[in-house]
């Protein structure tokens, strides 16, 4: 239905789904792609790869997921029973916050805030626990930024009795001290990074003894130590096809949620690091766009201080700081590239996944960078009107869904706005100490010493067309 025509039921603050609704197949958006994306590279031959590149790291299964393109991949059960325990999750209309706002844009959010990790992550941490499990594996690494992945994988681990080693980037392990506990309270170990664990962490650290890391280095140390030992596998949070296969049980939900009060988006708005959260909401609403059911507009939204989309160059790039991955067709800054210690942790990678840079350089979505200032207050807004403190991350989409309810305040258009918030905040709570103090500083492209740096880092990219 048009924005305008919407059912008397959207009134509903909360709107829920059944467990018997909960998806049981995943969406793989390659299936409808009108145009394929470029292939990944062999990090040595530059050769599309094959299978047996990535075996050392993944189970055949996630491989088999990886580079399918089946339009959906059933959803196992044992996965199904693990994801019960809260999902579906629930969707919400934003009234309060409407009102405050003075718009007749009616801004619904899907919140994946209520999982064990307090965030969307375990929507594909359980799965690929369970897949690596299921193939004998007895470790899993990974790296991550706020915590919020190193926490979903450590609680999907403990779901089926394998070991996690977490490589947490410097800046968030010592911004966000609980993520580590909760890491380590789900059966997890944490290492900050770059460590002198490995080689990779040493060499960063011979050359800059203070640094505050970033996701790049974080992913070489994790596969590095992966890599030396056949009983451990590495696990990544976002950017790879399979991991936002797994995170389209948030859009079909919201699907759902939204079909049974009558209302279609006209705009929907995420934010972007790596690209799983907002690749999980909006691949299943292209889908309907591409059949012609809905027309949604979809803007991505990213840190000022890291902008791979708005900046970034589309380029083959390396997925770490080291070099050990695959090469990806990616919107990039340059895989040494360290973005400022912003808080907003998860957000802080030098690529965009492929399938999102494809989107973006082929005009199916629109993206937009955001201060960190103009982030917060977006999250203290919604906090106060709404109840629920958002992760610094999500507030980026916050941000800018604001801005548009707004602008509708002005023009009197009854938009349909729809975003996701991917997680709360209440271990992030000191980053919002930070900004109610005064001490939060934007740090954006129009910096001299940012564009240098990343120019410095692109200038390094491998020369491949």
């Known amino acids: ?152 994988l450590a609680f999907a681990c403990a779901q089926y009795g394998i070991e996690c080693e977490v490589w947490q980037v410097r800046a968030s392990y010592d911004q966000k001290p609980y993520r580590r506990m909760m890491i380590e309270t789900f059966g997890g170990s944490v290492h900050p990074s770059p460590s002198e664990l490995t080689a990779a962490g040493r060499a960063i650290l011979a050359a800059d003894p203070s640094s505050t890391g970033s996701l790049g280095i974080a992913i070489s140390e994790a596969v590095e130590v992966a890599a030396q030992d056949p009983t451990t596998n590495y696990a990544l949070g976002s950017v790879l096809n399979h991991v936002l296969m797994h995170q389209t049980v948030i859009g079909e939900e919201a699907l759902l949620q939204l079909a049974k009060i009558g209302e279609t988006p006209d705009l929907l708005v995420g934010c972007t690091g790596g690209g799983s959260n907002f690749g999980g909401l909006a691949f299943p609403f292209m889908r309907e766009r591409w059949a012609g059911r809905m027309s949604p507009q979809v803007l991505a939204v990213e840190p000022e201080a890291c902008p791979s989309l708005t900046q970034g160059t589309y380029a083959y790039d390396f997925g770490d700081t080291a070099g050990m991955t695959p090469l990806m067709k990616m919107h990039t800054l340059g895989h040494d590239f360290v973005p400022d210690p912003i808080h907003s942790g998860g957000l802080r990678y030098h690529g965009m996944s492929p399938l999102i840079s494809h989107l973006y350089e082929t005009g199916e979505l629109t993206a937009v960078a955001k201060p960190q200032s103009e982030c917060f207050a977006a999250g203290v807004l919604f906090a106060r009107t709404e109840g629920i403190v958002p992760a610094p991350e999500p507030t980026h989409a916050l941000a800018a869904a604001i801005e548009e309810a707004r602008r509708c305040a002005e023009t009197g258009e009854e938009k349909v706005i729809l975003t996701a918030l991917c997680g709360h905040g209440h271990l992030d709570l000191p980053a919002y100490d930070a900004y109610l103090h005064g001490r939060v500083t934007d740090h954006g492209w129009s910096s001299p010493d940012l564009q240098a740096s990343v120019k410095d880092a692109l200038s390094r990219l491998p020369q491949l067309v």
């Open 1 to 152: 239905m048009a924005a305008g025509q919407a059912s008397t039921s959207s009134s509903r603050h909360r709107i829920d789904l059944d467990e018997s609704e909960m998806p049981t197949r995943w969406y793989n958006v390659l299936h409808d792609l009108p145009t394929p994306p470029p292939p990944p590279l062999h990090p040595g031959t530059h050769e599309p790869i094959g299978p047996e590149d990535l075996a050392p790291l993944f189970p055949m299964d996630l491989i088999a997921q990886e580079v399918s393109t089946d339009q959906y991949v059933d959803i196992p059960e044992e996965v199904q029973d693990v994801y019960r325990l809260w999902r579906p999750s629930p969707l919400f209309r934003a009234h309060r916050l409407e009102r405050a706002l003075g718009t007749p844009a009616r801004i619904y959010y899907k919140y994946e805030g209520v999982s064990p990790a307090g965030s969307h992550k375990p929507n594909t941490a359980v799965p690929q626990a369970y897949y690596n499990a299921k193939a004998g594996i007895r470790r899993l690494t990974t790296e991550t930024g706020a915590g919020q992945w190193g926490t979903a």
